[in-house]
């Protein structure tokens, strides 16, 4: 009698090519994967009912699709210290504000705010005066995640970005602080002079930015846009 010997693993596998029982596999191929990024793409008239009011809730189910599509940590009770607002201006999808104030100290005179801006977001034009009892707002801008366009005074070079497209809602389509700076994640932007006019405008894939300031008093903010005050 001849003893059979074992095949080698290789020797296996191509044996098993050739008789059609297994596939050769790509390591190009990735890994499928049950996780998938949620869309963060929202038409504005998910955020309004048939009445046109503004629907809070809708606007967080948006803000955290956002969170989760950027990593963004998600703790117990997030949902719940996350403000929104669209200035009364009934176009959140394009112009809005959401954030997490995690800090703001009046007689320490220090604040520290997330904001929250979905794709093509823009965040009102606005500016900061004295108030009763505190300075104006200094403050400046670390890009997390995504792009935002940071606008204040300055050179216009409005020409140099494109797609920076003022919404027709906001001020009849204008702006009055035309220098924009391109925030790109790990960048950090000051707010040219104190008492300036300034906002922002997320890209395509929103943004998420740290606001750290002086103490923030909502009595001594301003608009450019009437309507919106």
Do not use: C
Not at 139 to 163: H, K, T
Not at 187 to 216: C, K
């Amino acid at each position: 009698m001849f003893a059979i010997k074992p095949l080698s693993a290789i020797a296996l596998t191509a044996s098993l090519m050739l008789s059609g029982l297994a596939t050769p596999t790509s390591a190009a191929e990735p890994a499928a994967t049950s996780e998938q990024k949620p869309s963060i793409e929202f038409a504005n008239e998910y955020f309004y009912n048939d009445a046109g009011e503004f629907q809070e809730e809708k606007a967080k189910d948006a803000i955290m699709a956002l969170l989760k599509y950027h990593n963004y940590p998600i703790f117990d009770g997030i949902r719940e210290r996350i403000f929104v607002m669209d200035y009364k201006a009934g176009r959140f999808a394009e112009v809005g504000l959401s954030g997490i104030m995690y800090a703001n100290h009046q007689v320490n005179q220090y604040m520290l705010l997330d904001i929250f801006l979905l794709p093509n977001q823009m965040l009102a034009e606005h500016w900061h005066v004295d108030g009763e009892e505190t300075p104006a707002k200094r403050e400046g801008w670390l890009v997390r995640n995504g792009i935002s366009y940071i606008a204040g005074i300055g050179e216009d070079n409005m020409a140099d970005f494109p797609e920076v497209k003022i919404p027709q809602i906001h001020w009849d389509g204008k702006v009055s602080a035309k220098h924009i700076v391109k925030g790109e994640p790990g960048s950090f932007t000051d707010l040219a002079e104190i008492l300036s006019r300034h906002w922002q405008m997320a890209g395509p894939e929103g943004a998420i930015i740290t606001e750290v300031a002086n103490y923030a008093d909502g009595a001594a903010v301003r608009r450019s846009d009437p309507k919106m005050n």
